[in-house]
């Protein structure tokens, strides 16, 4: 049996134009993504605020970043810290990788 889980990404912005990234371990940087609203804003560092980011703007928001990784954070049991490419990423949310 397959399960599924459900994913609303957003990110946390700040007003000054920020992003929330997070250190994954090696030295790399990684954009937080959050799998619903409710835990990205209930996660947000004080002056964040949750912003969604589809499939349509993470490839540019990572562009303007120069961060290719995102860091998956707000799923369940083992999911949750996974770190994939954007690239990767984007074509589960499209639904286009196996």
């Known amino acids: 049996m397959t399960e599924h889980t459900t994913i609303s990404p957003h990110i946390l912005a700040h007003s000054d134009g920020r992003v929330l990234t997070l250190p994954d371990g090696d030295g790399r940087r990684v954009i937080a993504v959050f ?6 804003s209930a996660m947000a560092p004080s002056g964040f605020e ?20 995102i860091g998956l954070l707000g799923l369940p049991d083992d999911l949750d810290g996974s770190i994939l490419p954007v690239d990767n990423f984007v074509g589960v949310l499209l639904e286009e990788l196996p």
């Open 35 to 40: 799998s619903s609203e409710s835990i990205a």
């Open 50 to 69: 949750p912003v969604y980011c589809g499939a349509e703007d993470l490839p540019a928001l990572s562009e303007s970043l120069h961060i290719w990784l």
